[in-house]
C-alpha cells in the first residue's frame, strides 16, 4: 500500500498528467518545459546548476545554494534516477515577481518522470550578483522553494560568514514552556566591508524544508519543537547550521471535549463503487475548544500512525483501511475512527473509435439517381465503451447530431461526411458517399458546381464576349469555370480554368481564340489574390435572366431596369416584397446594395427579409409578404430623421439601431449591405462597418407587443428563404448584385 504522509505523496498517475495539462493552460510552463523547447542562444555556460526532485512535495531532492555571476545551465531532473516513484510531475520556478530578489532569469520548467525527455531539462541563463528565489509552481506545493546567492565572478575579499542569531519570545509558565505559541525572531549580520547579506532561511523540525525569513515565526504547535537557520552573504559565504529548542504548552482551559473528526474518500468509481485505480482519503477535524493540534492516520489495522498533512492516495488494489485521529491543544485525542473501501485495477484504456456505415435508400430511375427523395440511415457500433454519438455533414456543411434517419429532397447532387465518436472520447475518421436526387420521372441534374445563365462568359467582373454556351455534361461555360469559388491563390485559380479550357477545346466548345480570350479574362480578375472577394454565390446579377428567378408578393411592385430591381412608382399599395424561391439558406454571409431613390426630400423605406418559409404555405394570410415579417426576420433599410424608430441596420420589431448608429449617407448612391447569420447570431455591416448585433433568443417578441405574433420560439426558422422589401409608393429604393455564401 502507498499513502501520502508528510514526506511522501502518491498520487494517481492521471491526477499526474492532469497537473501538467493544467499548469500548461494557465501559462505556467515554457514550451522547453515540455521537452520541446530550444536552449536560448547563448555562450556556453561556464557552471551547471542542478535541482532534482523525488517524492517529496516539501523540498527539493537537492538543490544548489550558491553559484557565480555569468552563464550558467541550469539543469532540473524530476525522474526515477533522483527519486520519484509516483510519477508526479514538478516545476522548477525563478521567482520574477518579488522586488527583494533578482528577478532577470527566466525558469519556468516543467518535468515528468514520463515526459518525452524522462523528466530532466535544462535551459541556458545569465546571473547576476544577488540572490534569486525560486520554488514549485504547482498548486498546494508552497513548501517547495529555497534561495540561490549569486556571488560575482572573481569572488572578492570577503572570505567571513555572516553572524546570526535568535530569540524566542512569548508567554512562558514556571518550567519556561512558552504557553499557547512562540515568536522565533532571527537576526543576521556580515562584518564591517563585507559583501553583504544575501539570505537569511530557516526550517521548522529535523527535516523541514528550509524557507527565507522574512519576518518573525509563530510557532502554536502544542509539544517540544525545533527551529533551525542559517544565512549567506553575497560573497557566497554561509554561516554555518544553528538551532533553538523550546516547547509550546496549551494554556489552562476548562476545555474536556475531544476535537470532531471524519474522512471521504474520493476518485473515479466503477459500477459496484470500487475505486478504479486510486482513492484519496481526506481527513478534516475542527476543535471549537483550544484548536486542533494534531492529526494523524494509519494504514490498515496495524499500519504505524503519521502526521496527517495533506489527503492520502490508496493505489494498492485491494480492500483498504484508513484509521485516522486528533488531538487538540488541551490534550483531549479523538476516538480513533475508520473508513473502509475496495481499490479495483482499472480497465484497459478503450482507444479504439467506433466503427460507422451509412445505408442510403430510396427508389431509383435508370441513371441511379434518387427519384424525389434519398434517406439516409447511419449505424455505429462500439464494443468497449459504448457509442457516444453519430454525427453527419451534408454538402460540406457542419457536422449535425444524428438522431433519426435524414431525408433529403433537395434535387441535385450531394456528398454526405458522416463519423461517430465513443464514450471514451476516441472519434472515428470521416467517411463519405456520393448520391444524386432527381425530380420525379426526370433525369439526374447536371454535376454543375453553381448555377450561372449568363449569355456571356464572365469571369469574375470581366466579359469575355464568348457566348456562355452549353457543354456535353449539360453545364454551361460559366458554371465550369466557377469564379465564386473559394480560391486560395491566383495560380489555383488559373490552373483549374486553362484545365476546363483545355477540355472545351477538345469538345469543340469553344476555339482556341475564345480559349485565349476567356484564360486573359481569368487573369485579369485577379481571383484569388490577396483581398478578393470569393466564394458567394450571385442571385441577381443584373440580367432579366437572373431577374426572373425572383417573385413578388404583396402589395405593390417591383421592376427590372438597367440591372437594376427597384420599386415601381407607378403601382401602389401595401407592403411587399421580392423573394428568392431557388432554395433555402440557413447559415449565410449576404451580401447586396441598395440605393435610396425616395423623391424631394422622403427616405426610401426597405429591408431584407431573411429565413422565412415559403409564403404560399399559408394560404389563409390577406398579406403574403407579412409571412416574412411574421415567421423570419426583416433588416431594416430606413435613413429617416423621423418616422419609424427601426433604423438601418436594425432587427425589426427585435433590436433597435438609432440614425446615428445607422450611418446614412447621401441620397441616391448605392451602399454596401452585409448580412451574416450564423446559428442565432446576426451582424449586419453597412459599407463595411459593424453596425449591429443580434442573438436571436428563445421567447422574444416585437416591440413594442403585437397582436399575433408568433415570438421566436419555434415559429421563426432557423433556415428559410432570401427576400427584398417594397414598402409603398413614396419609399422608393433600388437593389443589385445581390450575392450569398454559405457558412
Known amino acids: ?47 551547471t546548476l542542478t535541482w532534482t526532485a523525488g517524492d517529496s512535495i516539501e523540498h527539493y531532492a537537492s538543490a544548489p545554494t550558491t553559484a557565480v555571476a555569468g552563464a550558467a545551465t541550469i539543469v532540473f531532473e524530476n525522474s526515477a534516477a533522483t527519486g520519484n516513484t509516483t510519477g508526479l510531475p514538478h516545476t522548477l520556478t525563478f521567482d520574477t515577481s518579488d522586488p527583494q530578489y533578482n528577478h532577470d532569469a527566466q525558469v519556468n520548467i516543467l518535468s515528468n518522470p514520463a515526459d518525452a525527455q524522462g523528466g530532466k531539462h535544462s535551459v541556458e541563463v545569465t546571473l547576476t550578483p544577488g540572490t534569486y528565489h525560486y520554488f514549485c509552481s504547482m498548486p498546494g506545493h508552497i513548501m517547495m522553494s529555497g534561495l540561490l546567492t549569486v556571488t560575482a565572478a572573481g569572488g572578492g575579499d570577503d572570505t567571513t560568514a555572516p553572524t546570526t542569531s535568535a530569540k524566542v519570545e512569548g508567554q512562558q509558565n514556571a518550567d519556561g514552556d512558552f504557553v499557547g505559541s512562540a515568536t522565533v525572531s532571527l537576526t543576521a549580520a556580515d562584518e564591517e566591508g563585507g559583501s553583504g547579506l544575501a539570505s537569511v532561511e530557516y526550517a521548522l523540525g529535523a527535516d523541514g524544508a528550509w524557507q527565507p525569513y522574512t519576518q518573525p515565526v509563530v510557532v502554536d504547535q502544542v509539544g517540544e519543537q525545533t527551529l533551525r ?227 456571356t462568359v464572365i ?42 479550357l483545355a477540355t472545351l477545346v477538345s469538345q469543340n466548345v469553344i476555339d482556341q481564340r475564345e480559349q485565349k480570350k476567356i484564360a486573359k479574362a481569368a487573369k485579369q480578375s485577379k481571383i484569388g489574390l490577396p483581398g478578393q472577394t470569393t466564394g458567394y454565390k ?119 439601431v438609432g440614425l446615428a448608429g445607422a450611418h446614412p449617407t447621401t441620397k441616391g448612391t448605392w451602399n454596401d449591405y452585409e448580412i451574416r447569420v450564423n446559428k442565432q447570431h446576426f451582424k449586419i455591416f453597412r459599407n463595411g462597418v459593424l453596425i449591429n448585433e443580434f442573438d436571436n433568443n428563445p421567447g422574444q417578441v416585437f416591440d413594442p407587443p403585437r397582436s399575433g405574433d408568433p415570438g421566436t420560439d419555434g415559429r421563426r426558422y432557423a433556415s428559410g428563404y432570401i427576400g427584398l422589401q417594397n414598402h409603398s409608393t413614396n419609399d422608393l429604393i433600388s437593389y443589385r448584385d445581390v450575392r450569398i455564401k454559405e457558412l
Open 1 to 47: 500500500m502507498r499513502a501520502v504522509g508528510a514526506r511522501r505523496l502518491r498520487p494517481l498517475r492521471l491526477w499526474a498528467s492532469l497537473v501538467g495539462a493544467f499548469l500548461l493552460v494557465l501559462g505556467l510552463t515554457s514550451t522547453a518545459a515540455y521537452g520541446h523547447g530550444q536552449r536560448a542562444a547563448a555562450p556556453a555556460a561556464e557552471q
Open 229 to 455: 537557520y542559517r544565512a549567506t552573504d553575497k560573497a557566497g559565504n554561509a554561516a554555518a547550521e544553528k538551532s533553538v529548542d523550546f516547547t509550546v504548552v496549551a494554556p489552562s482551559s476548562d476545555d474536556t471535549t475531544a476535537p470532531e473528526t471524519s474522512a471521504t474518500v474520493s476518485g473515479d468509481q466503477d459500477g459496484d463503487g470500487n475505486y478504479l485505480g486510486t482513492a484519496t482519503v481526506t481527513v478534516t477535524a475542527s476543535d471549537t475548544g483550544s484548536g486542533v493540534n494534531t492529526i494523524e492516520y494509519a494504514l490498515g489495522a496495524d499500519g504505524a500512525w503519521q502526521p496527517y498533512t495533506q489527503p492520502v492516495a490508496v493505489d494498492q488494489v485491494g480492500e483498504q483501511t484508513v484509521r485516522y485521529r486528533a488531538t487538540d491543544k488541551a490534550g483531549n485525542a479523538a476516538a480513533e475512527k475508520s473508513v473502509s473501501f475496495t481499490v479495483v485495477t482499472p480497465p484497459a484504456k478503450d482507444t479504439t473509435p467506433p466503427t460507422v456505415a451509412a445505408a442510403i435508400t430510396g427508389s431509383k430511375n435508370s441513371y441511379g439517381a434518387f427519384i424525389s427523395s434519398a434517406t439516409v440511415t447511419l449505424t455505429a457500433a462500439d464494443t468497449e465503451s459504448g457509442v457516444a454519438s453519430s454525427e453527419y455533414s451534408l454538402d460540406g456543411g457542419p457536422y449535425l447530431a444524428y438522431t433519426d434517419p435524414v431525408i433529403v429532397d433537395k434535387v441535385g447532387a450531394h456528398t454526405l461526411a458522416y463519423r461517430a465518436t465513443d464514450k471514451a472520447g476516441n472519434t472515428a475518421a470521416a467517411q463519405s458517399a456520393s448520391f444524386t436526387v432527381a425530380q420525379s420521372g426526370g433525369v439526374p441534374p447536371p454535376p454543375c458546381a453553381e448555377h450561372d445563365e449568363r449569355l
Open 459 to 500: 469571369v469574375g467582373t470581366v466579359d469575355t464576349g464568348v457566348p456562355n454556351r452549353l457543354t456535353p455534361n449539360r453545364c454551361t461555360i460559366n458554371e465550369l469555370i466557377e469564379d465564386e469559388r473559394e480560391w486560395t491563390s491566383q495560380a489555383l485559380f488559373l490552373k483549374h480554368v486553362d484545365g476546363v
Open 538 to 656: 450571385t442571385i441577381f446579377d443584373g440580367t432579366q435572366a437572373s431577374f426572373d428567378k425572383w417573385e413578388h408578393v404583396g402589395g405593390g411592385q417591383m421592376d427590372f431596369k438597367d440591372g437594376v430591381m427597384t420599386v415601381d412608382p407607378k403601382i401602389g399599395g401595401d407592403l411587399g416584397m421580392m423573394w428568392y424561391p431557388a432554395r433555402q439558406y440557413e447559415n449565410f454571409s449576404l451580401k447586396l446594395q441598395f440605393r435610396d431613390d425616395a423623391p424631394g426630400t422622403g427616405n426610401a423605406n426597405g429591408g431584407v427579409f431573411v429565413r422565412f418559409p415559403n409564403p404560399h404555405d399559408f394560404p389563409l394570410e390577406s398579406r403574403p409578404a407579412w409571412v416574412a415579417v411574421n415567421y423570419g426576420h426583416e433588416i431594416q433599410i430606413f435613413d429617416s430623421p423621423t418616422g419609424d424608430m427601426y433604423k438601418t441596420g436594425s432587427v425589426y420589431g427585435f433590436d433597435r
